[in-house]
């Protein structure tokens, strides 16, 4: 028989990126007296790994837990990309409701539709939070019937409707029901999760199932599976099978060895969990999302939604420049192999595959910003590698035509800068869906365009819109084949041989366009050292000293100017490479260079 289990809540906290989930969080910790009071806390101390806290996002849900009166409440944080959006849809399913987190300036942004249509959809209940409400900017009645339209457009229950708002600066750690009210701390929030939120309902005597939402990976341990009891007890040395709905020939015995339920930001070890509990588990070597552990007796699997497929892919590949190896821990294809499955323990929505060349490994993921992530961390770890240009994957329909992947994509622009927005974008096949004023002379645009017409447009977004523009995408679906599209219209500017550069080299050099490297840095033959202002690539000598005679001294020299190079980021970088080119990227430094180095045999290829 089902009963609730009214000592617990599990709620996960959902929103569009920096609108202040994972501060929040941090208060909820602080204020529920998880931390001593002269502990030093690290802000967003959710955000644990160092691209999280540099970036200011949050790429894999987290796990904690708060007690409040004798009420354990379980809170799970979710990133706000649409790159993660994965991560976002299999941790609703351990919790009974959601918080909504909405900035009062910005209001309903496009993950914030994405998110909570997810949460619709499983019928859960919703707390609304407009958070920073002490901006100056902050407009929060308007952002109120934002919500409420965006709701409806959602095709809400009158219940789901009917939801609390609540106003918030998680930053200030405070929550009002009323803009009116005298804030003080975060006890209207907390309290609003205990009417609102119901309490988890199981079958405490019928047969154990506890379905895995995510999964954790600790060196020492090997893979962690997170999930809630939905029925019965767990408990250590308990003999048990798991299935799959997805997979229904699966049924692996297996024992529990260890069980861990979360307090404040630890595991701590339990003898057995009941109903409601969010528990991790240990000693499984295999065990993926999507699974159910149950009793022998009854192996039914719990049915859950598919992971979302990957869009784009790039080529993993072993660096073979003439500087490869001169600054990498981990350079063979040993390590890049070992290094890209060991991602495939936590990262779900990514994709290894081997090629038929041993150095060269197909990687495929949600977004640029998913892969970027990960190559970032990589080069981090010590590893040195070579990426090539992002590439879109394709599909065929059932009469074998060729489908592609299209992103709607939301842009909010100054004014000025609309036309060419718009402009930029129906050359890349962007259709313009819609267009409204949005707050304080911006314009919202909506586009439904190819995945690869975006890719490599961001950088050039920035330029164009000096700035001030915001790029939100997420994935719509696959449509037919909209047609060739030119990238790049400028070509590259190439070292012709290998050497350290000069200032005499760069000055004649940077007529030719923009340079990507200043004096005195090591270059070879047929890297990229910078953009042409043409549409052809263009073999320079930036290593040649100028012949001294006795009437010139070198001293002369140090009158040439050189212009500030351009320095790319990663992201820049993995923009700006066309086709025929790679990025090698090592812990230090990240090149461009053309795949063929060698410039006959380049133009050979090219003929």
Same mark, same amino acid.
């Given at each position: ?24 969080? /941090? ?10 009071? %002269? ?9 644990? %790994? ?32 649409? =790159?993660?959006? $994965? ?12 918080? &909504? ?20 959809? &499983? ?38 409707? =009917? ?38 309902? $199981? =079958? ?6 506890? &379905? ?18 939905? %029925? ?11 299935? %799959? ?11 529990? *060895? ?7 930001? #630890? ?17 499984? *070597? ?21 992971? !979302? ?10 660096? /073979? ?12 294809? +040993? ?9 495939? #323990? ?13 150095? !060269?490994?197909?990687? !495929? ?14 080069? +981090? ?63 919202? &645009? ?45 070509? !590259? ?63 002369? =020299? ?50």
């Amino acid at each position: 028989m089902k009963t609730k289990r009214e000592d617990i809540r599990n709620i996960a906290i959902i929103a569009h990126v920096d609108h202040g989930k994972t501060t929040l969080v /941090d208060e909820l910790l602080k204020q529920s007296g998880v931390f001593r009071e %002269n502990q030093e806390v690290a802000e967003r101390v959710m955000d644990s %790994n160092d691209i999280e806290r540099e970036r200011g996002i949050t790429i894999l849900a987290k796990n904690t837990a708060v007690y409040y009166k004798d009420t354990k409440i379980n809170i799970i944080d979710t990133p706000g990309h649409a =790159d993660f959006g $994965g991560e976002v849809e299999r941790v609703l399913k351990m919790v009974n409701g959601v918080i &909504l987190v909405v900035d009062a300036f910005e209001g309903a942004m496009p993950q914030t539709k994405f998110v909570l249509r997810k949460a619709l959809e &499983l019928q859960l209940p919703v707390i609304v939070c407009i958070n920073k409400i002490d901006r100056p900017e902050a407009r929060p009645d308007e952002v109120i019937d934002e919500i409420l339209e965006l709701f409806m457009d959602l095709d809400a229950s009158d219940e789901q409707l =009917d939801c609390p708002f609540i106003y918030a600066s998680a930053k200030a750690g405070h929550a009002i029901l009323d803009l009116t009210d005298d804030p003080k701390n975060m006890v209207p929030l907390f309290e609003t999760i205990l009417d609102y939120i119901p309490a988890p309902e $199981g =079958d405490p005597d019928a047969d154990t199932q506890v &379905l895995i939402s995510t999964i954790d990976y600790n060196e020492y341990v090997g893979r962690i599976g997170v999930g809630k009891v939905d %029925n019965g007890t767990i408990s250590v040395n308990q003999d048990m099978v798991v299935v %799959n709905a997805h997979e229904p020939d699966k049924q692996k015995k297996v024992k529990i *060895s260890k069980l861990y339920e979360f307090d404040g930001l #630890n595991k701590v070890e339990v003898k057995e969990a009941g109903i409601g509990s969010i528990v991790a588990i240990s000693g499984i *070597s295999d065990i993926a999302i999507g699974d159910t552990l149950c009793s022998p007796e009854n192996p039914v699997a719990i049915p859950f939604q598919k992971i !979302s497929e990957p869009t784009i892919a790039m080529q993993f590949i072993v660096n /073979d420049s003439p500087f490869a190896g001169q600054e990498g821990k981990y350079v063979t294809s +040993r390590h890049l192999r070992e290094r890209l499955f060991r991602e495939l #323990n936590t990262d779900v929505s990514l994709r290894v595959e081997e090629s038929e060349n041993a150095d !060269s490994f197909r990687v !495929s993921g949600r977004g640029e910003l998913h892969l970027s992530v990960l190559i970032e961390n990589m080069r +981090r770890e010590g590893y040195e590698f070579a990426v090539s240009k992002a590439e879109v994957l394709y599909k065929k329909d059932e009469k074998g035509k060729l489908l592609e992947p299209i992103e709607t994509a939301y842009i909010d622009v100054p004014d000025e800068f609309t036309g060419t927005v718009i402009d930029k974008l129906s050359q890349r096949k962007g259709e313009l869906q819609n267009m409204s004023a949005s707050n304080g002379g911006y314009t919202r &645009l909506e586009f439904s365009i190819p995945a690869r017409g975006l890719i490599g447009y961001r950088g050039e977004f920035m330029t164009d819109t000096k700035g001030n523009g915001i790029l939100n995408t997420a994935f719509e679906g696959y449509a037919p084949y909209k047609g060739d599209i030119q990238y790049r219209k400028q070509g !590259s500017l190439i070292a012709f041989e290998t050497g350290e550069s000069v200032t005499y080299g760069l000055f004649s050099a940077q007529e030719r366009g923009t340079l990507f490297i200043g004096p005195g840095e090591k270059v070879y033959s047929g890297m990229v050292i910078g953009q042409n202002g043409k549409a052809e690539d263009i073999e320079l000598n930036v290593c040649k000293t100028k012949h001294l005679t006795n009437t010139r001294s070198s001293g002369s =020299d140090d009158a040439l100017k050189l212009t500030t190079p351009r320095i790319l980021s990663l992201e820049e970088a993995l923009d700006f490479i066309d086709t025929d080119e790679l990025l090698e990227v090592t812990p230090k430094t990240l090149r461009i260079r053309k795949k063929i180095l060698d410039s006959k045999m380049r133009k050979r290829g090219a003929k």
